[in-house]
């Protein structure tokens, strides 16, 4: 085996105001078994990331006066889609017409999997017409909140019967769901089988666990693994990490950092 046969993961993510979410899904994805990670940001957040990531690859690009990635950038960012092996969107991309711009023309030119997470969510939310005509397996990560906005349901009635919220997502967008939460919900496109995690606690309930299971799915989708499958693995492995944790030390000092930490020993346990 070489770097080659472990797959190729880009990271679109990152802006001025949240780099940490584009630097903790990287480094999750690395501690999941991903052979290179390219990370794609704005150019105005170059030194932090270079300064947290030692590992990756990194694609700087334009930005704009937000601190985002610009829609001028969506050119390049396109050129070299037909090298990697999954991609990864969303964590913490910000909200404006030009990433709307540049997941619209991921969707519309990516032949591997997508894993759609955060502020793409949101972008998606805004217009759902984004996910019509994509020809790759795309995987969206909603927290219920994110979930409310996506059906314009009320967050309390999507918990209230998460399994069919999800479900009907899935059928009638063509998708893979992975509505998070307490007992996290995947469904899938192409069957009515249902998956809820049983592992995690609320030692999760904290700004950045969802960039980290966004990394570990997005990497096992990079290495090859059927979507549904590598949902059903990365919410069961991110929530185990969790639950070793909390055994280890407690469910208030956990960050989601020590959960990247903590897959290493996860993994052993598999492997």
């Given at each position: 085996?070489?770097?080659?046969?472990?797959?190729?993961?880009?990271?679109?993510?990152?802006?001025?105001?949240?780099?940490?979410?584009?630097?903790?899904?990287?480094?999750a994805?690395l501690?999941?078994?991903?052979?290179?990670?390219?990370?794609?940001?704005?150019?105005?957040?170059?030194?932090?990331?270079?300064?947290?990531?030692?590992?990756?690859?990194?694609?700087?690009?334009?930005?704009?006066?937000?601190?985002?990635?610009?829609?001028?950038?969506?050119?390049?960012?396109?050129?070299?889609?037909?090298?990697?092996?999954?991609?990864?969107?969303?964590?913490?991309?910000?909200?404006?017409?030009?990433?709307?711009?540049?997941?619209?023309?991921?969707?519309?030119?990516?032949?591997?999997?997508?894993?759609?997470?955060?502020?793409?969510?949101?972008?998606?939310?805004?217009?759902?017409?984004?996910?019509?005509?994509?020809?790759?397996?795309?995987?969206?990560?909603?927290?219920?909140?994110?979930?409310?906005?996506?059906?314009?349901?009320?967050?309390?009635?999507?918990?209230?019967?998460?399994?069919?919220?999800?479900?009907?997502?899935?059928?009638?967008?063509?998708?893979?769901?992975?509505?998070k939460?307490?007992?996290?919900v995947?469904?899938?496109?192409?069957?009515?089988?249902?998956?809820?995690?049983?592992?995690?606690?609320?030692?999760?309930?904290?700004?950045?666990?969802?960039?980290?299971?966004?990394?570990?799915?997005?990497?096992?989708?990079?290495?090859?693994?059927?979507?549904?499958?590598?949902?059903?693995?990365?919410?069961?492995?991110?929530?185990?990490?969790?639950?070793?944790?909390?055994?280890?030390?407690?469910?208030?000092?956990?960050?989601?950092s020590?959960?990247?930490?903590?897959?290493?020993?996860?993994?052993?346990?598999?492997?």
């Amino acid at each position: 085996a070489h770097k080659g046969t472990f797959g190729h993961l880009l990271s679109i993510c990152g802006s001025r105001s949240m780099p940490g979410a584009a630097a903790l899904s990287a480094k999750a994805a690395l501690r999941s078994g991903v052979g290179l990670v390219t990370c794609a940001f704005p150019k105005c957040i170059y030194n932090t990331m270079t300064a947290k990531l030692t590992e990756t690859l990194f694609m700087p690009l334009e930005g704009n006066a937000e601190g985002t990635l610009s829609s001028s950038c969506t050119e390049k960012l396109v050129a070299s889609l037909e090298k990697f092996d999954a991609i990864l969107i969303g964590c913490g991309l910000g909200v404006n017409s030009d990433t709307e711009a540049v997941l619209k023309a991921v969707l519309e030119n990516a032949k591997v999997p997508v894993v759609i997470d955060a502020d793409a969510l949101n972008i998606v939310a805004n217009n759902k017409a984004l996910l019509e005509n994509v020809s790759a397996p795309v995987i969206l990560t909603p927290h219920p909140g994110e979930m409310s906005r996506l059906t314009g349901v009320q967050t309390n009635l999507i918990q209230a019967d998460r399994v069919s919220y999800a479900n009907a997502f899935s059928k009638e967008h063509g998708v893979y769901t992975v509505l998070k939460g307490s007992n996290t919900v995947v469904a899938s496109p192409e069957s009515d089988r249902v998956y809820v995690n049983a592992s995690g606690n609320n030692g999760l309930s904290k700004g950045g666990s969802g960039d980290v299971l966004a990394g570990i799915l997005s990497a096992f989708c990079a290495q090859g693994i059927r979507p549904v499958d590598a949902c059903d693995a990365a919410v069961y492995i991110h929530g185990y990490c969790a639950d070793i944790l909390a055994d280890k030390y407690s469910k208030t000092g956990i960050l989601p950092s020590d959960v990247i930490d903590e897959l290493r020993e996860v993994f052993a346990e598999f492997e």
